[in-house]
């Protein structure tokens, strides 16, 4: 067996502009990983699982080898030269003040504020012009902001009561606090136990939300496969919701969501096998005892009901419409061979919102958007103006709002509140931020390449202007390709941190995404994920063909879905890049569907006991399943949460033993584990700010660099 406990001389380091190269070394002693003896058989195949005991998340055992490995991971970290001036650039660069949107419940306009490093953003109020008032400080829930905001604020129809959940230590358990809008006190219980629910209230009486039953086992790990809609009552007990839908052994569905219409008529269920595809019921909550009515008793395509006038439904689908539509119907007889088209499918991606008595239809042109505006006969009113070429969100509010709201960014353009008036179509800007960045020393552009298939691929490249194209800019190549995921143009002052050393970023929209509607989806699932892979290789190959950097100085990353891609990508083409960062990936491609909600992720992946076939298919790209003996991989950051409950960190603790286990070079191979920390959401801005520093600073010395490329910056930050 090889050795498990081993000595690597690490980092080879280099001056990139022609200078004299110069060895330097950080020594790592990888913990010893114990390999215990688990075969599973799949379809007569068997299969070993030596590092099955790392799935335990609450044996003492696990616990250790965290602690170990992070010992390990951040005595190597803590030896790069500039990894602390990362971090106080980016530090300054999000010292700014960020204001959200404004929204209007009762007399009352609410915003989101930060004053610049806060860990979670405050909620203020303020009735007219008045002076604004902190309405709720997430701040305050702990002191370390590890508890944060898991999700909107929702208010009852009389705007006199409001439910908000809370998530701890990143975890997708929720928390829902109930508290009187005018006292700002909690006047309820808390609810306990939920989990992927948004919250929805029937009048002032009480609100719809979803759960399942808690797990046998550990709550952030056991399986979860059975949601359930419930509602409760103000002034019970939780223990007496009523059970709305779910629940019945003989159809499990793993995800389940429910939303009352603003004018309280109707209550819609969308009960879901997986994370593509719903059924779609109603429920008349105008007339007591109502029975819940079917739509679509089955989950091939996504339909649901975006706004109704009376009994008239507005239904957005892509049945028979991969693109997405707009269709309308009675809600006396909904079935779908009575709807009518609204608003027809086109050649681009369609997402909807509505507000002040209007349609707003956002196409993704080439991840691009495009916004018209119609309104509730179906007429096109306008092309709304945008102020460049990038994301636009937002448009939403109610049917009496005569200003509506929305951001607009690309990958060079911080994020921008502009209002709208709906009547006569002008914007103008409500609120730019103050970050110390000039967008004019940037260039954004896409291009097209082509995939292995012989597939056209778009992708957006950013850099700084006048940068050499000499093959030697440190480029990070991110990337996702799943779940119908449009990845599209937006700002991250992250980024900026990485262009002002002259790095490239550059993001390809890769197939398994909603770029280009279903059928773009679908190319990129199950016996063709492979696909995906392919795209994501093919975009580093062109920006090394284009010279815009060589596999000496790329970098892959991704998160979640994405850290998949990283994983399967740096296991079929370790040649290709010099640094990989999955984060919080799926990686276990054989067991992923037997923890958590996971099996709700079979639309995209399949599972390994659905066929012979496909169980193959999966072990051919699994991460765990192909780190090969005697190969040499890039230098690889692995990065999770303990308490990430979404994609469990199982996965990475065993693709990073696996790394440790059989990489043949000296190049790095470290798992860096947040505590209380989950998949991402509700992320201190602390941790946030050091996660990057890691990051960024093991990419860069792992590409060679002794010092920052661009020094200069330095200055902006002496004291």
């Known amino acids: 067996m090889k050795q498990l406990l081993k000595m690597s001389c690490l980092a080879i380091l280099f001056f990139s502009c022609g200078q004299e190269s110069k060895k330097t070394e950080i020594k790592v002693t990888y913990p010893e990983t ?35 490995q992070n010992k390990a991971t951040f005595g190597y970290l803590d030896e790069i030269p500039f990894r602390d001036a990362i971090k106080k650039r980016y530090t300054q660069l999000m010292n700014y003040e960020k204001i959200s949107a404004p929204f209007k419940e009762g007399e009352f306009t609410y915003f989101y504020k930060n004053d610049g490093l806060q860990n979670q953003s405050v909620i203020y109020r303020q009735k007219g012009n008045g002076e604004p008032e902190v309405f709720l400080d997430p701040n305050k829930f702990s002191e370390d902001g590890t508890v944060s905001l898991g999700g909107g604020l929702s208010f009852s129809k009389d705007k006199k009561i409001v439910a908000y959940p809370i998530s701890i230590g990143g975890s997708d358990w929720r928390k829902v606090i109930i508290m009187d809008v ?35 086992g550990s709550e952030l790990s056991a399986k979860t496969d059975q949601h359930k809609l419930y509602y409760h009552k103000l002034g019970t007990s939780q223990k007496d919701d009523a059970l709305v839908f779910g629940g019945t052994p003989e159809e499990k569905h793993r995800y389940v969501g429910g939303g009352v219409t603003e004018d309280g ?58 693109n997405q539509k707009v269709v309308t119907v009675d809600a006396s007889n909904p079935a779908p061979e009575n709807w009518v088209d609204f608003i027809p499918e086109t050649e681009n991606v369609l997402s909807i919102n509505t507000g002040s008595n209007y349609f707003f239809a956002t196409y993704m042109v080439d991840a691009v958007s495009k916004v018209l505006q119609y309104d509730y006969d179906g007429k096109l009113v306008r092309e709304v103006k945008l102020p460049g070429v990038g994301t636009a969100g937002g448009f939403g509010g109610e049917k009496e709002d005569e200003v509506l709201y929305y951001s607009f960014s690309n990958y060079k353009t911080p994020s921008t509140t502009h209002a709208y008036n709906p009547k ?55 990337g996702y390709g799943g779940f119908n995921v449009s990845l599209r143009p937006s700002f991250s002052v992250a980024n900026v941190v990485w262009m002002e050393q002259g790095g490239i970023y550059a993001v390809p929209n890769l197939r398994g995404g909603g770029e280009y509607g279903k059928k773009w989806h679908n190319a ?51 040649d290709l890049m010099k640094v990989a960062l999955p984060a919080v990936g ?74 440790q286990a059989k990489q043949a070079g000296n190049n790095p191979t470290l798992i860096r584990i947040e505590t209380d920390a989950g998949h991402g959401a509700g992320t201190p801005i602390t941790k946030t700010i050091e996660q990057y520093a890691d990051m960024f600073g093991f990419t860069l010395y792992n590409m060679g660099f002794k010092e920052l490329p661009n020094k200069a910056i330095l200055e902006k930050f002496k004291d």
């Open 586 to 659: 799926v990686l276990d491609m054989l067991r992923y569907h037997t923890f958590t909600a996971g099996a709700g992720w079979a639309y995209d992946y399949g599972t390994a006991e659905d066929s012979k076939e496909m169980f193959e298919y999966l072990k051919g790209y699994s991460p765990v399943h192909n780190v090969k003996e005697g190969v040499e991989y890039p230098a690889t950051m692995v990065t999770t949460g303990d308490h990430d409950d979404r994609v469990v960190p199982a996965h990475s603790f065993k693709f990073a033993a696996e790394l």
């Open 265 to 322: 008529k109707y209550l819609f269920i969308y009960p879901r096998i997986s994370t593509s595809g719903s059924k779609l019921l109603m429920k008349d909550l105008s007339k007591p005892n109502s029975k819940i009515v079917t739509i679509l008793d089955h989950t091939d395509t996504d339909s649901y009901v975006i706004e109704n006038e009376g009994s008239k439904l507005y239904i957005m689908t892509n049945m028979n419409a991969p």
């Open 424 to 478: 006569d179509g002008t914007s103008k800007i409500y609120r730019k931020p103050g970050i110390d960045f000039n967008p004019d020393e940037y260039e954004s552009k896409q291009v097209f390449y082509t995939s292995k298939d012989g597939t056209k691929v778009p992708m957006i490249i950013t850099h700084k202007k006048g940068i050499e194209m000499n093959g030697k800019n440190p480029t990070i190549l991110y």
């Open 182 to 216: 005018a006292s700002k006190q909690v006047v309820e219980d808390t609810l306990v136990d939920i989990k992927f629910s948004g919250i929805s209230w029937k009048e002032n009486d009480g609100f719809y939300y979803s759960s399942y039953d808690k797990p046998k």
């Open 524 to 574: 990129g699932t199950k016996m063709q994920k492979q696909n995906v892979f392919d795209d994501f290789i093919a975009a580093a190959e062109y920006l090394i063909a284009e010279n815009y950097t060589s596999s000496d100085f790329l970098a892959i990353r991704g998160g979640s879905n994405g850290g998949l891609l990283v994983g399967a990508t740096m296991t079929q083409r370790p």
């Open 34 to 68: 114990q390999q215990k003896e688990v075969v599973d058989t799949y379809f007569d195949t068997e299969v070993k699982d030596p590092y099955r005991w790392l799935e335990d998340d609450r044996s003492e055992e696990t616990e250790s080898w965290v602690k170990e």
